[in-house]
């Protein structure tokens, strides 16, 4: 099938797409080259049909969601992959779409932000069965990406994602709640999470942080923007890619993610769980996105004993260890220690809904981690003050005078 690869209303290449697999088969026409996703080059004049492809087929629902391979049997299809072309490819992170050839619809009138979409794939996504007899595809849950069952709604005119935990805990959309908390009280920019409960089922909701305007590139799409060399570590990659892209201040982002995800013991903050957002219409880059999937933290996964341990606790995207990658952080002056106070008791009102999922010991075991790892964080960010403001580390002489000083001695030469 051809289509056009479409950015809102500017063509970017035509396509044809495998009707069996959705693979991308061949890029044609190439319209507007800095319109391609970001990390899709062209070299002379031809685009890469591999990248293209492989960002294509990553807008499918990956094959590990769970719940996946139920809902798939009750639609009868056999791939996750068959879905993007259902439904034009659209998505409510970005602005992405694929007209097919022939068609003069237009943005305006398919796009989600502005117009409603069916509710039928996220119902058999959340594991309901779908009440109608012929299915609507038209949803940007064909487009969603992560491991936990989720789907979009609108609720009051926005719209908003909504997420399940995993089993046997549930513990995923407390802690996003929480992990909004912690964000709030330290100031760093952040989706907020709401707790909701279905069929007594614990999920969390967020708004949606894009807007018609705007777009989420993941930080693995950005760092695919220029050649890493081996001597080059992630965490300077990606900033060499913001600098490369004229974006500043992302740093300050950075430190306030290692951060929170040294409080909460995240466990999950890969290359797709961070990113930037630009303007869809000029390119613009706006900045760093907000903190959004927090869930796999404070020992989602882990019995109470191993969560109040502390041991064994995975780190991403930079460095193995939470101990390491928090030596990365430039400056901890902005932690608002004070701005902390109260926060045990915030948690405990957010984890008592839990009931069956989460029992006293687990949820006091929660408590005591994040307040010891704000304790050991408080130290740290002290000893980091003292020394970089130790007498001994001042400048003892002034070097411009010196500087003119020797100028007469260096003409000598
Ligand atoms: N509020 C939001 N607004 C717009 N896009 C979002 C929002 N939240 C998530 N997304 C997009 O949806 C994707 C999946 O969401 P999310 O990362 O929260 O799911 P997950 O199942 O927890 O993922 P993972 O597999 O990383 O655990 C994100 O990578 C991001 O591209
Ligand atoms: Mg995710």
Redesign the pocket.
Known sequence: MQYTLMHKDMPVADLVLDEATSAVQKVCDLYYAEHLPVGVSVKRGVVDRAALNSWWIDRSI?AS?SGVQKALESLKLSSTRLLLTKSMGLS??DQYWIKPQGSDVRWSQVNFFSNDFSEDIGDILWGKASKEETLSFHSPDNT?????K?RWKIINGARC?L?AGSPPFMQ?PFNEVIASAVCRRLDIPH?PYQLCWDDELPYSV?????TPDTE?V?AWRVMQTRKKDNSTSVYRHFLNCCEALRLSGITCAIDQMIVLDYLIANE?R?Q??F?LIRDADTLEWLGAAPI??S??SLGYDKLTNQILSGKGVECKPFKKTHEEQLALVTDMSWINFDALHGLEDEIKEILAPAGEYLDQARQNAIIVSIQRRAEQLQELALSQRQTTDLAESDVVEDVAENYQRSGPTMNMF
Do not use: A, E, W, Y
């Open positions: 990956p969601r409510l992170s969603s990406d992560g491991f936990l989720k994602l997420k995923q989706v967020c708004p949606d942080f894009i989420l993941s999950d890969h797709n769980n990113g959004f999937d869930g796999s």
